[in-house]
């Protein structure tokens, strides 16, 4: 087998609940990352309700990630996702998250590939926390943030899924 293919495939060709908004939900949930994204989002959310009313520059917060995350995800889509094979000191440079990305453009019906890795999101997660809880101002703004780019983050797969299957 392809290494790069997934271990499973799931065409969305021949999935009839992918034909379907409700049915299209219940296949997104299926898989890991909606999983660990959702839960993420539920915990911090909650945490959130916890502390102080929402302030003015929270929800300013919110905004600002809504305006980000769409021109960071088409910076690292174009320059990262999209790196070309190169020849360094005569060595061939083609990192695994390029060939994976070709694959996904090569097969887009095979939804385990819409998804962002499984791997990347469980490092991605204490990293994204610990740099809010780093540089936040104070908790509920770490919260806040923290919720907001998770949010975003599962509303662009979300799409990303609905776009493919």
Not at 3 to 18: F, G, L
Not at 21 to 31: E, S
Not at 36 to 49: D, E, N, T, Y
Not at 87 to 111: E, N, Q, V
Request: charged letters at 10%; a positive charge; hydrophobic letters at 55%.
């Amino acid at each position: 087998m392809n290494s790069i293919a997934p271990t499973t495939v799931t065409c969305a060709k021949t999935i009839p609940e992918a034909k379907t908004l409700t049915g299209a939900a219940a296949l997104f949930f299926r898989f890991p990352t909606p999983k660990i994204l959702g839960a993420k989002a539920l915990l911090f959310v909650f945490l959130r309700s916890l502390l102080a009313p929402l302030s003015f520059w929270e929800l300013a917060v919110v905004v600002a990630v809504a305006l980000w995350w769409p021109l960071q995800e088409w910076f690292l889509h174009k320059t990262v996702l999209h790196l070309k094979p190169r020849m360094i000191l005569g060595h061939k440079f083609d990192p695994m998250f390029a060939k994976r990305h070709r694959y996904h453009h090569s097969f887009p019906w095979i939804l385990e590939t819409t998804f962002l890795p499984t791997g990347f999101i469980l490092v991605m997660i204490p990293l994204h926390v610990g740099l809010w809880l780093l540089f936040a101002p104070n908790l509920e703004f770490a919260c806040t943030g923290i919720a907001a780019y998770t949010l975003v983050t599962m509303i662009y797969e979300w799409t990303h899924f609905l776009t493919h299957s």
